[in-house]
Antibody
Framework: EVQLVESGGGLVQPGGSLRLSCAAT????????MSWVRQAPGKGLEWVAN????????YYVDSVKGRFTTSRDNAKNSGYLQMNSLRVEDTGVYFC????????????WGQGTAVTVSS | DIQMTQSPSTLSASVGDRVTITCRAS??????LAWYQQRPGKAPKVLIY???NLKSGVPSRFSGSGSGTEFTLTISGLQPDDSATYYC??????????FGQGTKVEIK
């Protein structure tokens, strides 16, 4: 079954760090770009980051630049989102998703992992 | 940055109705727009890409149109299963993406 599964969410104090993981199964992970998209409680979707298959290109929303880093390990079929200097406004559910170019949509998503930043 | 404005934020319609959601971009995005459906507690699901291309497996009652700055998602013959929030997503701008704020569709 084609699947993405996130893990690593939890409760962290402002200024703290978390590392999210996204495990891929059922497809050739190295053929796909990967995205991170988040959703604050009761709010809409917000794109966070994209990473190319070979990590040669990475893009971030302005609000996380310098604090978040996306990476991947194709040998482990996994992607990661390292989140540092966390803020209350980073609270939400974080989804990973895959896509290819030309873009046909983010067609496989994980179930999401919840991050709560609170003192 | 490219801003996406969706309207309405909520709509209520009956089964069988034709429903239209609009998404406006703050600058031209050509046809680099996708639409997603998200049910409560679930991950989004892509419906349309490149403004008007129906993703394989998506019911044909969903359709998309537009280019430049104005886009629409139409549901022709609303079904109970279509109760969800719908988001537009631009993927044109300088390698940074944005979503619209969402439209919640309720069934009367």
């Amino acid at each position: 079954e084609v699947q993405l599964v996130e893990s690593g969410g939890g409760l962290v104090q402002p200024g703290g760090s978390l590392r999210l993981s996204c495990a891929a199964t059922g497809f050739t992970f190295s053929n796909f770009w990967m995205s991170w998209v988040r959703q604050a409680p009761g709010k809409g979707l917000e794109w966070v980051a994209n990473i190319k298959q070979d990590e040669s290109e990475r893009y971030y929303v302005d609000s996380v630049k310098g604090r978040f880093t996306t990476s991947r390990d194709n040998a482990k079929n996994s992607g990661y989102l390292q989140m540092n200097s966390l803020r209350v406004e980073d609270t939400g559910v974080y989804f990973c998703a895959r896509y290819q170019l030309p873009f046909y949509g983010m067609d496989v998503w994980g179930q999401g992992t919840a991050v709560t930043v609170s003192s | 940055d490219i801003q996406m404005t969706q309207s309405p934020s909520t709509l209520s319609a009956s089964v069988g109705d034709r429903v239209t959601i609009t998404c406006r971009a703050s600058q031209s995005i050509d046809n680099l727009l996708a639409w997603y459906q998200q049910r409560p507690g679930k991950a989004p699901k892509v419906l349309i890409y490149k403004a008007s291309n129906l993703k394989s497996g998506v019911p044909s009652r969903f359709s998309g149109s537009g280019s430049g700055t104005e886009f629409t998602l139409t549901i022709s013959g609303l079904q109970p299963d279509d109760s969800a929030t719908y988001y537009c997503h631009q993927y044109r701008g300088d390698y940074t993406w944005t979503f619209g704020q969402g439209t919640k569709v309720e069934i009367k």
